[in-house]
């Protein structure tokens, strides 16, 4: 009996370990997306509480002391030409401000590593908050309905009064869920649904590929939708069909809407015109610096905090005027929303190409079919997104794709232990 005993308070002391050790992972995407609210409701401490996740996985990353060989070693090349970047640029405290952010991407990759073998939970736990975000969109549409004001609109006083609006398109309220923000929350369900479609078997594998599938049109976030159909056109082995199945989509919906088609492909032309082909916008005109920095073979950089990103803003870089940038009327902008011009000027091709070397150190390894077509999804997401925004420096954009790149490799793989 006294054994019997024993066991049990051995077996629920492991499995009390055990739970805490959850709750410890879990914990930075927690304090993450409760950030993100805050972001709205309380701007200076979303901040902070996002700087507490990095500092978290920090000391988590160093109490572990579990590295990845191939990781510490592309770091280290970023980190050199990092250090380089700092002690060139035209502001200390800019160029402090703006290390810290590129170092958000390198310390979220090394808890990747950290808690790769925790994939189930860190699976289950994106897919549930994911649940959670849709189930609270349906909320929100009922509120809107009603007329009653959300957390995350915004908002002017006119006469005395509180005057609410939402971000919408088309006359059509784009869906935010949790995460307050259109384009996060269309990526969020994005990222759910290649989980489910290459890494889930359970029975309700269809219900949810439908959801998140819904949730990701009703964020009306062109670039999620653009990538997603893009990404399951590369992947799908019957690319005819796939091609016949969108047209026929295309036909149906330009049948029963097509008001809110036309003005869905109007508002497509119009933002690729804008951006891309007119070039006569503030993200355009980064482009048009960045590709004139490669073609004058600037290799080092005009050093971290200089263009692009916030501090740059905030300390008044000289190199917008150095280079006649144009902001096109939208000086009050904090930043270009492009990522690649922010990290090719300030850190130069070496640097810039260091980065995205550490960002793919992962993929260097024999990967299975179905986690490469996975991986493949949160790579392009996220890749292509950082061409409009700033998503490699965004904690909550980071907590929903480069940490779950080392956990995906080893998911059921078969042997106990994972080593470079």
């Known amino acids: 009996m006294e054994v019997s005993n024993s066991n049990k308070l051995l077996s629920i002391k492991i499995l009390d370990i055990d739970i805490l050790k959850k709750i410890s992972i879990i914990l930075p995407f927690v304090i993450v997306f409760i950030g993100e609210i805050l972001n709205f409701t309380h701007p200076s401490l979303g901040s902070i509480s996002k700087f507490l996740a990095i500092i978290y996985m920090t000391v988590f990353i160093l109490l572990n002391n579990t590295f990845s060989k191939n990781l510490v070693i592309a770091a280290s090349l970023f980190l050199f030409f990092l250090l380089y970047s700092i002690m060139v640029s035209f502001n200390f405290f800019a160029a402090l401000e703006a290390t810290i952010r590129y170092l958000f991407l390198v310390i979220v990759l090394f808890y990747s590593y950290s808690i790769k073998n925790y994939a189930r939970l860190i699976f289950t736990a994106v897919i549930i908050y994911a649940l959670l975000n849709n189930l609270y969109q349906i909320y929100v549409y009922i509120q809107s309905f009603r007329g009653v004001p959300m957390w995350f609109y915004s908002h002017v006083e006119v006469g005395g009064k509180d005057i609410y609006w939402s971000n919408s398109t088309m006359g059509i309220s784009r869906a935010v869920g949790l995460t307050g923000f259109f384009a996060l929350y269309g990526f969020?369900?994005?990222?759910?649904?290649?989980?489910?479609?290459?890494?889930?078997?359970?029975?309700?594998?269809?219900?949810?590929?439908?959801?998140?599938?819904?949730?990701?049109?009703?964020?009306?976030?062109?670039?999620?939708?653009?990538?997603?159909?893009?990404?399951?056109?590369?992947?799908?082995?019957?690319?005819?069909?796939?091609?016949?199945?969108?047209?026929?989509?295309?036909?149906?919906?330009?049948?029963?809407?097509?008001?809110?088609?036309?003005?869905?492909?109007?508002?497509?032309?119009?933002?690729?015109?804008?951006?891309?082909?007119?070039?006569?916008?503030?993200?355009?005109?980064?482009?048009?610096?960045?590709?004139?920095?490669?073609?004058?073979?600037?290799?080092?950089?005009?050093?971290?905090?200089?263009?692009?990103?916030?501090?740059?803003?905030?300390?008044?870089?000289?190199?917008?005027?150095?280079?006649?940038?144009?902001?096109?009327?939208?000086?009050?902008?904090?930043?270009?929303?492009?990522?690649?011009?922010?990290?090719?000027?300030?850190?130069?091709?070496?640097?810039?190409?260091?980065?995205?070397?550490?960002?793919?150190?992962?993929?260097?390894?024999?990967?299975?079919?179905?986690?490469?077509?996975?991986?493949?999804?949160?790579?392009?997401?996220?890749?292509?997104?950082?061409?409009?925004?700033?998503?490699?420096?965004?904690?909550?954009?980071?907590?929903?794709?480069?940490?779950?790149?080392?956990?995906?490799?080893?998911?059921?793989?078969?042997?106990?232990?994972?080593?470079?």
């Open 188 to 420: 969020l369900n994005l990222i759910a649904f290649f989980l489910v479609k290459n890494l889930y078997k359970g029975k309700f594998k269809n219900g949810l590929l439908l959801i998140f599938f819904l949730g990701l049109f009703a964020s009306l976030s062109f670039k999620a939708i653009g990538v997603f159909v893009f990404i399951l056109f590369i992947t799908s082995k019957y690319k005819l069909n796939f091609i016949i199945g969108f047209a026929v989509i295309l036909v149906l919906s330009l049948a029963v809407f097509p008001t809110k088609v036309i003005d869905f492909t109007e508002q497509l032309f119009f933002r690729i015109e804008t951006y891309i082909t007119e070039g006569n916008s503030a993200r355009s005109d980064s482009y048009r610096v960045m590709f004139e920095d490669i073609a004058e073979g600037n290799l080092f950089g005009r050093g971290a905090g200089s263009f692009g990103g916030a501090a740059s803003t905030k300390y008044n870089s000289p190199v917008y005027a150095e280079t006649n940038f144009n902001w096109y009327g939208l000086e009050r902008l904090a930043t270009t929303d492009t990522y690649y011009p922010h990290l090719f000027v300030e850190l130069g091709i070496l640097g810039a190409v260091s980065y995205l070397i550490f960002i793919f150190t992962p993929l260097i390894r024999p990967i299975s079919k179905k986690k490469w077509l996975t991986l493949i999804a949160i790579y392009l997401a996220l890749l292509f997104d950082s061409l409009f925004s700033f998503a490699l420096n965004n904690v909550a954009y980071l907590m929903l794709s480069i940490v779950l790149v080392y956990p995906i490799i080893v998911y059921e793989i078969n042997k106990p232990k994972y080593s470079d």
